[in-house]
Every structure is written in C-alpha cells, then in structure tokens.
DNA sequence: GTCTATACCTTGATAGAC
DNA sequence: GTCTATCAAGGTATAGAC
C-alpha cells in the first residue's frame, strides 16, 4: 500500500499535484487549510457518519466557505481517503511509539488492550472509529472499501510482533492476534449499541487476565 | 418494552389503528401488504442501511407504488420500528425454540455460538443485522436508538438462563452472557470489514471450546 | 382503498465573478 | 486563490384523482 511510505514524508509542502487528493500546487497556508479540512471531517465522519456528513457541516466547522471545498478535494471520497490516511499515519505512530517505549512484548499487548478503554466515553457514543466506518462503507461498496482496515493492520501487526517475540509459532501468533481484536472491538460495538461503558471495562478486565495468561 | 407483550398475539388481522404503526383499519390483504413491505424493508435496511434505503427502493422490491407507501408506515420511523419488532419476533421464536428443544444448558449455549457460523456468508457481506443497524443509528439518535437492543437482550437472557442452570451464580452468568455476546459480536465486525469469513470460523471455534471449558 | 403527480427540501458538485 | 450563486439529482412526504 503505498500510503504506508508517504506517512514517513511529514513535509507536504508544497508538494506537486501528483497526489491524488490535492488538486494543484498549494503554498502554506493552503497546506493548512487542507489540513482543517481534514480534521474537521474526520471528527464529523466520526461522530455523524460518512454519508450523514455533508459537506455544509465540513465547511462550517473548518471555517471555509461551502464552495471552497472543491479546490482542495475532488470528491467526497478523496477527501475520505485523506481521512483515512490522517487515522492510519496516527495509529502508526501510535504503535512505533509503543514499541520503542516498551521492551517488554507482554507489556505492549497491554497496551494495545487499552486503546478502547482510553476513550470509552467516545467509543460509548460514537462506536470504534474504525470499526463504524469499515461497517457503514461495506454496506455501499463490496469492493472497494477493503482500503480501511490498513488501520486494522497497523494494530494486528504489532500484536503479532508481541506474541512471536513472547515464543510463539508464527501461525499461534495471528491466531492470537486477531482473537485480540475481536473481542476488542465486539466490546466497543456492544458499549455504543448500548451505550453503556461498562462492556468495555468487562472486557478489558478479561482481556489483560488473559494476556497475563499467555 | 410493550411491543414483547405484542409478539404474543401472533393474529393481527383486523387490528384496531391505535397500533402506532398502521394508519387505520385494514383487511387481511392489507395486513399482506403490510407484511410484504416490512419484509422488503428488512432485507434493504441489512443490505444497504438504513439512511441508503430510500422509499423507492422499498417500493420497488415489495411490488407497490412509490406513493401507495404512506397508507402502511406514515414515516420511516414508523417502519424502522416495524423491522425491528419483526426482527425481535423472529429471535425471540429462536431462541423459544432452542430453549424446549434442548435440555442441556450447555448445548444451547453451543447453538448461540453458532449463531454467526450458520450465516457466515451473508454476515462477512453485510455485517450482523443488528450490530450494524444498532452502529448506524447510534450516530444519528443518541437517545432513541436503544430499542434496537432488544434483539440482544434475547440472546442474552437465554445465555444467562443457560449459565445459571450450569450452576454459576447469577453475577457471573451476567458476566459470561456478555462476555460471549461480545466474541460473536467482534467476529462479526472482523468478517465483515476484512471481507473475511475466516474471522468467524476462527472465533467460533474458540468460543465452543470455552463453553465446553465452563 | 389504491395510486399518480408533485411539492419541497437537501445533497454533491459546478461555473464563473472577484 | 477565494468565494457566491446556482445546478441537477434524489430524498421524504403530501394532495388529491379515481
């Protein structure tokens, strides 16, 4: 996936219209304005949904006029590619960050169990970021909303580096992996469906016991 | 929640119109219709959303005119709640079902695990019926979404009527209850954002061996 | 009781003035 | 580069003919 290399250039500046989100060479501040954009719809992609967003909502909270819009994003959908790219360059240094931390492998599962239990308020509201939206776009495009779950990754990997550096076979460790997170994330979908917290302070709870187990 | 006194009576035909879903009285061709426009509605609400399922859609599949809808459901709240209701029904004569045909506690918990396993195929496409209805609603409604959990709460109340009569005290059958709810849950969110029925195969392998495990 | 026609609104997207 | 005005399409819902 080539977005993967180009969360390692952090100086977008001035970059070429080569990109497939940015309609033309832009200076600073435009990179700036871009940059609200984005961060405004992912707050609203997450809180309201992507197709209950409009773009009205998006200029207001940025700040821009409606029509602006367009010469920063093409599409709604290119503009939810650089969302997602925002969400997946923040999980990424997430993990790096987590695993130049902590040596200790037990110790960073440990820390991946609390990612839902970090922000359960929001999850409790909002459901898991990633999981509403890979939810909500799997019901319109059966193809081509597999681009997603890059953030899935970016956690499955990491888990899996743990469990392997913990002793176990390749195989056992995805296996793991991925029980990992389906119990993280039937947590998180239960507390929204029900908007009670307590589903994911159960489960978490369960969870670190069981990583202690391993 | 009046509407499980309502499931009871099962001969609706002729009801009166303080049904808040039927706008006035109507005959048994009628109540056909009705059924036929709530049965549609429930295939396109799970396969395409619900805000995506437009009244034409609906119209469309049921085989009646765009307009002819307004005499059945006067808004799409009032079907929503109609899908629901037929949702809660067909459950909870599942779960009534499993519940005289098996005597064993344990064994009934292994069919609710197989809940997932037993739509696997439709499940990887379009996600759990109500976890994703109950995601999508959560977003818009803060408030009045919680009467699409009642279909969890049938699933529940037999998984803890099966863990008490399996000797667990009643704290840790409610424990446990959820505790699985969340497994099937997370499993089916994997399957459906990877595309990826494996998701749920692999769960339910290991949630059979953790009840048996009990 | 059943259906046609349409009102009215919001949406994503465009054209073109400045 | 920035913004206003507007478009075409599609949505829910209604009015009223038959």
Request: with cysteine.
């Amino acid at each position: 996936m080539e977005t993967l290399e180009s969360l390692h250039a952090t100086e977008h500046i001035g970059r070429k219209g080569t990109n497939k989100d940015s309609v033309t060479v832009m200076g600073t501040k435009g990179e700036e304005k871009r940059q609200h954009i984005i961060d405004a719809a992912n707050a609203l992609f997450y809180h309201k949904g992507f197709a209950s967003t409009s773009f009205a909502d998006i200029a207001d909270d940025a700040g821009i006029p409606k029509g602006n819009f367009y010469f920063y994003f093409r599409t709604k959908e290119a503009l939810l590619q650089a969302v997602v790219d925002e969400r997946l360059k923040r999980m990424r240094a997430l993990m790096i960050g987590w695993h130049e931390e902590f040596k200790d492998p037990r110790q960073r599962l440990h820390r991946i169990a609390d990612i839902p239990s970090a922000d359960k308020c929001e999850i409790t509201k909002f459901g898991c970021p990633m999981g509403t939206l890979s939810a909500e776009l799997g019901k319109q495009d059966t193809a081509n909303h597999n681009f997603t779950v890059a953030i899935f990754d970016q956690v499955l990997a990491e888990a899996e580096i743990c469990l392997t550096e913990m002793g176990r076979p390749k195989a056992d460790a995805k296996r793991l992996a991925r029980h990992l997170l389906v119990r993280l994330q039937g947590a998180a979908t239960m507390a929204h469906s029900y908007n009670d917290e307590s589903w994911i302070v159960n489960e978490s709870q369960a969870v670190h016991a069981w990583i202690d187990s391993l």
